[in-house]
């Protein structure tokens, strides 16, 4: 069986030490590709192809303008962020571009390995703390933002039932299972739907969602 492999970077050898002894335990296992910095994770990833990639943002503008690149030409890369102190406004711009997760970087390994799983199964994953940052950014309209009309999407009743149930954090299977479709089928229904709402992953539904109020907080309690 082929291992999936999982570039680690981060200046700091123990950090990247820590990753994986958090992974360790898992039952999946990886082939582990350590790199200093996003400069040479640029160099050779063509040459690598990890299917995750976990690295350090920090707030300077050679960074950011980096992961923004790996996001956007690199689609097929699932890209997991570590932060300190996470910029609101930038963790909407990257996961518009399709970022996804981001953990900070006082986790618990449990955490990375929920990520992990998460992200292998194409879903995306952000710490708690951050979800309700990002939905209070959401929700508060921003006058100068030009987005499609939820209601000029041409969502059919199907999608809508979907997009309520990913709120509620079903994963494809669990989906599937309540309204007697394939799992293939419900995928066919995300792509559908991401296409007409132009976002890149299930978070970019999730906020359309609650920020056009197709469902409220409180049913996500």
């Not at 953990?103 to 292998?120: D, G, N, Q, S």
């Not at 950014?137 to 939820?150: A, L």
């Not at 799992?183 to 739907?193: C, E, G, L, S």
């Amino acid at each position: 069986m082929s291992k999936f492999k999982i570039c680690i970077v981060d200046d700091q050898a123990i950090f990247r030490a820590g990753i994986k002894q958090a992974l360790a335990l898992m039952k999946e296992k990886f082939e582990y590709i350590e790199l200093a910095n996003c400069t040479q994770l640029l160099t050779q990833l063509e040459h690598l192809r990890p299917e995750i990639v976990i690295m350090n943002q920090d707030s300077t503008d050679d960074s950011i303008s980096i992961t923004e690149q790996l996001i956007k030409n690199n689609p097929d890369i699932k890209i997991l962020l570590f932060a300190d102190h996470a910029n609101d406004e930038l963790l909407i711009k990257l996961i518009d571009n399709g970022l996804f997760g981001c953990l900070l970087r006082t986790v618990e390994p449990y955490e990375l390995k929920l990520a992990i799983e998460m992200v292998l199964t194409n879903q995306c994953y952000f710490s708690p703390q951050l979800i309700n940052r990002i939905l209070m950014h959401r929700i508060v309209p921003n006058k100068n933002e030009n987005k499609k009309n939820w209601h000029d999407t041409s969502l059919t009743s199907r999608e809508l039932e979907i997009i309520r149930l990913l709120c509620k954090g079903l994963d494809q299977q669990q989906i599937a299972e309540k309204l007697f479709i394939s799992p293939r089928t419900v995928d066919a229904h995300k792509a559908n739907i991401m296409s007409k709402l132009e976002v890149k992953n299930t978070t970019g539904i999730i906020l359309h969602a609650i920020k056009n109020h197709v469902i409220r907080m409180e049913e996500l309690v």
